[in-house]
């Protein structure tokens, strides 16, 4: 990620936000309830790792 640009850095960031988000409306509205619950189980482990927003706790 070092060869791209600050703004082609928060660019992609941003993209995988919105993915992650439209992904989690589709399955929650879709009624797949396994798929929405496993991406919102993701999600939690992923915000529990240390490096997540940057530093431990």
Do not use: W
Not at 13 to 28: D, P, Q, S, W
Not at 33 to 51: G, H, I, W, Y
């Amino acid at each position: 990620m070092s060869n791209l640009t600050y703004d082609q850095q928060n660019q992609m960031l941003n993209t995988r936000k919105i993915n992650r988000e439209v992904g989690h409306y589709f399955a929650e509205k879709q009624g797949d309830s396994d798929k929405f619950k496993a991406q919102v189980e993701l999600d939690q482990r992923a915000r529990q790792r240390p490096s997540y927003c940057g530093g431990g706790r």
